[in-house]
């Protein structure tokens, strides 16, 4: 079955650092791949996407790309804000549903 | 604004007692979701439903139960043969059905209601 598996949080940075959160997964053909936010006491919003090998999706200066050799999707963001943390959920789609990682906490400091 | 409303936010039950959670979408939305929120373990989904009138279990439906009579509401009831119920409860919908193409996987969700259990 599809799987999506996350690097364990919680990741601490300092404002305007580097961030990278791996995504990893296992699904049978070339699933369309995500990354949903969660801030604190909200439902999970959708940052960003890729429907196929080789596609950036990108928003709010976040990045990911789909990289079918590996089956990766990392999260990446070159300079993070307070603001950004939150929790982050990488996520494929299947069939007729959509198969989400654990989840990794991200908090950035001042 | 169209979104998700779910309620109540919050919501605390006794052993042994039943309880719905409210789901409502004015999107427009075919397809409704219900996914279950636990510490370290992601999203797992327990119904979901394509049309009115239909729905499917999903990975964790035991001691759950949905309908789906109307097209803007897909109620959750938590019932007394939930082993564990105490957790934070995600409604969802998407745009069309997931299986076809005009779907392009997207989901909006509600706020959440979380539920404890004395």
């Known amino acids: 079955g599809n799987s999506v598996t996350q690097m364990e949080g919680p990741v601490t940075l300092s404002e305007e650092a580097f961030l990278t959160i791996n995504c990893t997964y296992t699904?049978?053909?070339?699933?369309?791949l995500f990354w949903y936010v969660q801030y604190p006491g909200e439902g999970l919003q959708l940052l960003l996407k890729?429907?196929?090998?080789?596609d950036k999706g990108s928003n709010k200066g976040f990045e990911a790309t789909y990289r079918k050799e590996t089956t990766s999707f990392h999260l990446e963001k070159g300079s993070v804000q307070v603001s950004d943390s939150a929790v982050y959920f990488c996520?494929?789609?299947?069939?007729?549903?959509?198969?989400f990682g654990k989840g990794t906490m991200l908090l950035v400091s001042p | 604004d169209g979104g998700i409303t779910q309620s109540p936010k919050y919501l605390f039950r006794k052993e042994g007692q039943n309880v719905t959670l409210s789901c409502e979408q004015n999107l427009n939305h075919d397809a409704m979701y219900w996914y279950r929120q636990d510490p370290g373990q992601g999203l797992r989904l327990i119904y979901y439903s394509q049309i009115v009138n239909d729905f499917q279990k999903g990975d964790i439906a035991e001691g759950y139960s949905v309908s789906r009579e109307k097209k803007e509401s897909f109620p959750l009831t938590v019932t007394s043969a939930q082993k564990n119920p105490t957790a934070f409860y995600l409604c969802?919908?998407?745009?069309?059905?997931?299986?076809?193409?005009?779907?392009?996987?997207?989901?909006?969700f509600g706020e959440g209601s979380r539920l404890t259990v004395l």
């Open positions: 890729a429907t196929k090998a080789d």
């Open positions: 699904a049978t053909g070339y699933p369309s």
């Open positions: 969802a919908s998407s745009r069309g059905l997931l299986r076809g193409g005009s779907n392009t996987g997207e989901l909006f």
């Open positions: 996520a494929l789609k299947g069939y007729s549903t959509l198969t």
